[in-house]
């Protein structure tokens, strides 16, 4: 391909790979950039307009104190006036020391000062650009928004504005703490407590934040179970583990038991926060409590009794069910294989396949592949194409130039992406980049959806609603 020309790259291109994360997508990119492929990502950027290239190498180039080259790299994207590429410029242009530049780049107009999203990303470059008050004022007149609270909040760590925080976040808070007596749980500055806690705590007043946040607590004057977590958070961060004790021994356990756990664990006591939370399942045998224990039994390394605490929660229906959950945690296709090969395991309820998947690849990472293939053809999955499921096995017992003739011989736009992973672990990055289908393939790939009928206001009149 020749060099990236403007008519070659247009934003509709380029808010669809962002959208779809279409082109070559963030972890490829990485993965090539981990293999020393930066100028291989830089051509595929300028030759493919591939956006996530762009922005990649964008990214390792300012790493390396390399801005000049970066703000070649995005020049061509920013000529198409996409906001998303105007933003990368202006990042580089604030790494390099150039704020002023930055800033003018994206500042909002009288049009996107009523915006508080545009608002809340200028902010964002403001306080990097070191003008903390401006960024704060600018975002005052949209504390309508209820996350503006929280995005201010964030914007003035570590920045000596804490006081101005606080005189904010007042009148909210109290309004929230008067509005569960009121019955209005639609109030919309319902973390506003935990906020004003969070404050006095970075500004060094954490027992004024305890004694606060705590009185709040026991009068019942709080909206959501989020401001009742950051108080059991707050006390563990501060040793207090007889109030967060009593705090867990209530009608709170299931929201703040874990946390008492895991504070005890913290300070060395680790077999009395596991006593804690068998006593909780023996007393209410809720699944929150089981699947939070085997989690930690199993990141202890004692997954038999993992396994044991997990057990009734096997065969639970979607969320609830916990065999998942400790399939995650697992990295050793041994230990898989053990959780597999278990006899109280059972599959998904109605989503049996997640079962045959999880042991076929824990087969194929101990070298039993022809089992592990014979396993997913027997229960294919159905949402990608078996000879796919074929060629992820191989790659994952150690056979990849097998992996890699299955998928070339497939062809099809998802074979290519998954050979392209082959061949960038397998150091061959020109290669890979060359087979990955291009955006203008996989936008042609993908298949529409159908014109669903549509009432009034603009609601599906079929399912899915």
Known sequence: MGALTLASVNVDDLEWQARHFGGLPPGRVDLLLERG???????????????????GAAQAL???????????????????????ALWARADILLRAGRSQEALDLVRPDEAGRASAAECR??????????????????????????????????????????????????????????????????HRFGEAQELQARVLERAGRADEAIGILGRDIAGRRFLAQNTLTAYAELLARHGRLDTLRELAAGGDARTVLD??????????????AEAVMREAIAADDWVGHRARLSATLLC????????????????????????????????????VLHLMEHPSVVPHHGHAEFRHQWWATALAGLGRVDEAIALAEAHPDPWTDPRIVKAGLL??????DDAAAELRALGTVKAREALCEVLIRQGRPAEAIA????????RAARPQPAPVPRDGNGYALEPPF
Request: charged share 30%; hydrophobic share 40%; net charge negative.
């Open 395 to 400: 790659d994952t017992a150690g056979r990849p």
């Open 37 to 55: 492929g930066l100028d291989l990502v830089i051509r595929a950027a300028a030759e493919r307009g591939e956006w996530f290239c762009a922005q």
């Open 300 to 335: 202890d390394g004692r997954l038999d009794d993992a396994i044991a605490v997990a057990e009734p929660g096997f065969g639970w229906y979607d969320c609830s069910n916990l065999l998942a959950p400790l399939v995650m945690l697992l990295d050793r296709p041994e230990d």
């Open 435 to 442: 087979v990955h289908p291009t955006v203008a393939e996989q």
């Open 121 to 186: 990303a200028f902010a964002e470059l403001l306080t990097r650009a070191g003008r903390i008050d401006e960024a704060v004022d600018l975002l005052v007149p949209h504390m309508d928004e209820s996350w503006i609270l929280s995005a201010l909040v964030e914007i003035t760590e570590g920045r000596d504005r804490d006081e101005r925080m606080l005189e904010l976040i007042a009148p909210h808070a109290q309004s929230a703490r008067e509005a569960r007596s009121q019955g209005r749980w639609d």
């Open 62 to 84: 300012c790493r390396a104190g390399e801005f000049g080259r970066a703000l070649r790299v995005m020049e061509p994207f920013v000529a198409t006036g996409w906001r998303d």
């Open 259 to 272: 946390t008492y756990a895991r504070a005890l664990r913290d300070h060395g006591r680790a077999d009395e």
